[in-house]
């Protein structure tokens, strides 16, 4: 192997390995990463107005995402991971805004700053605690919260986002900001209160959707009750118009069933009736036949005979008339005799009658005339005439009076006295009568008898022969009326 | 030529070492001369140029029939080269700048949009676009602030909240 060709290898080998050398120095920052690369002297700069000359930190070379040439062992390179870190926050019994006391569980992103300050100062920070980030950071975000709770209530922790937010982005400011950490989202996921506060908070609104639930179920059922109970009802009507309809279905079969039951019956009675008549025609003409009979075999024999007897008769009619006429002439001739017989009776009638009359008005004067004279005397012996009247109706006074003892059939005394009784009892009817007669007339029969007996100074009746006789008991009304027979 | 070529060994070992012990032998000349040349003398020059001198010097030994001092002379100023080269590719490197990163001046100006209310005394959200980000900050205004009102930046309070008012068009 020539030392040319070993020259020119090495020139080639030389090459790739400056390159190598110079490219390795040039580092390259991923997106999520920041390099800080320390070590260069920062620029100089003189204040104009105090002329204090001061060395910025602008040899602090922070680059993010990019290129940076890195002259080892002059300048040193460092990493700050600038990805977010989630940070659980949970805070126990933070008393609110109104002194409900509540636990929250959040969640916060954080991550290190884009800005070349936040950088710088994260990396002062957490250059070589990177994994702390997440712990210190949980500390002061709890008490953030904590902070945050007690400047809000509880409502307004679960519904005012703006506020939340304002208040988390102050909290963040004064804690954060400085740390050169970025606070990029902060949510609480999960809010309890001790108690039942929360509950509470929605039990109006939950008692409201249960009503309105409840109503609307309620109208729903009542629409669908409404619905249905309509639906029976109209089921009903259709029911009830299809009994109808099937009850005048069956009314007119029933009618056309008893009218085909009742054709067989009334075509049996029409042919009944027609050989009824059949037979009554028959029977009429057996009438009429028969009446034909009757009248050849009788009628016209009893015609003849009645014509042969009237005929008689006629005859002996003629002939009685011709024989009366006959008796009548004779008669008349007869009838003179005979009037002049008859008036002479009359006559003799006549006068026997004219003779009773002259009798009776004779009679009727001598009555009346012995009447006047009665009564001439009754002026004149008023009391005997009163006393005579009353002694002849007496003894009608008494039969009256007995007559319901002899209407007795049988009768049985049954008295300490005996028989006695009975004629006691007559007596008393008798003084009764009296005592009647005197009461009812004003008469005083026993003070006229006693004028009677102690007065006989009156001249006795002009009665020629009054009969006084009493009759006896039970004997009806057989009183002598002062009737005078006038004898011939 | 073994020297040449012994000078270009040692020179890649150095440089080999350099890049296993990564800044270690660095120090031996850049913590001593660091500043000076702003890096002209640091290790990769240094043995890049010995190493080119080693090479380029058998090189010129090996093929033309010049003799050693004409060799040394070509071996340097190829070293030159390779050491100005190496040079000028790490400035190079040096100064290619990057996206600077954001400071909080640089929020002042910037537009944005209102996240979260800001009432008239305490801390609202507002969402900024900062060096081709959209970053949420904190932000006060002297009165209150609707929800997604357009918005400028007046001032950086710190740096994560800012002042902020609405924009008038």
């Known amino acids: 192997m020539s030392p040319v060709v070993i020259a020119v290898i090495g020139v080639v080998v030389l090459l790739v390995v400056l390159a190598l050398a110079v490219i390795t120095r040039y580092k390259v920052a991923g997106p999520s990463e920041a390099f800080i690369i320390t070590g260069r002297r920062g620029k100089k700069s003189t204040d104009p107005v105090t002329g204090r000359t001061s060395i910025d930190n602008s040899g602090q070379k922070v680059v993010v995402g990019g290129g940076v040439f890195v002259i080892p062992f002059v300048q040193q390179k460092f990493t700050l991971d600038l990805s977010s870190r989630q940070i659980p926050v949970a805070v126990r019994g933070a008393v609110t805004l109104r002194g409900v006391k509540s636990n929250l569980d959040g969640v916060a992103i954080v991550k290190v700053g884009g800005s070349e300050e936040t950088i710088r100062a994260a990396a002062q920070r957490f250059l070589q605690q990177q994994d702390g980030i997440v712990r210190f950071t949980q500390e002061v975000l709890s008490g953030a919260l904590r902070a945050i709770v007690g400047r809000m209530s509880v409502e307004d922790i679960i519904r005012d986002r703006a506020a939340f937010a304002s208040q988390v982005a102050e909290e963040a400011e004064a804690s954060l900001s400085g740390q050169g950490l970025i606070l990029d989202a902060f949510q609480i996921q999960d809010i309890t209160t001790e108690g039942s506060y929360l509950e509470d908070l929605g039990r109006p609104e939950a008692a409201r959707a249960k009503q309105e639930a409840d109503i609307a179920e309620a109208v729903a059922r009542r629409a669908a009750e409404q619905a249905r109970l309509k639906a029976e009802e109209e089921i009903a009507i259709a029911q009830r118009t299809l009994y109808l309809k099937q009850a005048e279905i069956k009314a007119q079969t029933d009618e056309a069933a008893a009218q085909a039951n009742a054709a067989g019956p009334l075509a049996e009675a029409a042919r009944q009736q027609d050989i009824l008549s059949e037979q009554e025609k028959v029977a009429e003409r057996q009438a009429a036949l028969t009446d034909r009979e009757l009248d050849t075999k009788i009628r016209k024999p009893a015609d003849a005979a009645r014509y042969q ?180 | 030529m073994t020297l040449f070529l012994g000078l270009g060994i040692a020179g890649i070992a150095l440089l080999v070492l350099s890049l296993i012990f990564d800044g270690i032998l660095e120090g031996l000349f850049g913590g001593a001369l660091g500043g000076f040349f702003d890096g002209l003398l640091s290790l990769p020059v240094i043995a890049g140029f010995l190493s080119m001198l080693g090479f380029g010097g058998a090189i010129v030994l090996g093929t033309t029939g010049l003799g050693t001092v004409a060799a040394i002379v070509a071996g340097g100023l190829a070293g030159i080269v390779a050491a100005l080269l190496t040079w000028k590719f790490s400035r190079v490197l040096m100064r290619d700048q990057t996206d600077a990163t954001p400071r909080g001046d640089d929020l002042v100006g910037t537009s944005g949009s209102v996240v979260t209310a800001i009432p008239a005394d305490g801390y609202g959200e507002v969402l900024l676009r900062l060096g081709g980000q959209t970053v949420k900050f904190a932000a006060k205004s002297s009165t209150p602030v609707e929800r997604g009102t357009e918005i400028w930046v007046e001032a950086a309070l710190s740096t994560t909240s800012v002042v902020v008012r609405p924009v008038e068009r």
């Open chain 1, 309 to 488: 007897a009237e005929q008689e008769a006629e005859a002996r009619r003629i002939a009685q008339v011709k024989e009366a006429e006959a008796d009548a002439e004779r008669a008349r001739l007869t009838g003179e005799g005979e009037k002049l017989q008859r008036s002479a009776l009359a006559e003799a009638v006549r006068i026997e009658g004219e003779a009773e009359a002259a009798a009776i008005a004779a009679r009727g004067t001598a009555e009346a005339e012995a009447m006047h004279k009665k009564a001439d005397a009754f002026e004149r012996y008023g009391e005997a005439a009163v006393l005579q009247m009353l002694v002849e109706v007496l003894p009608q006074v008494v039969a009256k009076a007995s007559e319901p003892l002899s209407a007795v059939d049988k009768m049985t005394v049954i008295s300490t006295d005996g028989a006695s009784q009975l004629s006691r009892t007559v007596t008393d009817n008798v003084a009764q009568g009296m005592e009647l007669l005197s009461s009812t007339t004003g008469v005083d029969i026993a003070g006229l008898l006693k004028n009677l007996r102690a007065g006989k100074s009156g001249s006795a009746p002009a009665a020629p022969a009054a009969p006084a006789e009493v009759p006896a008991q039970g004997a009806k009304g057989a009183a002598s009326d002062g009737k005078i027979e006038i004898t011939d």
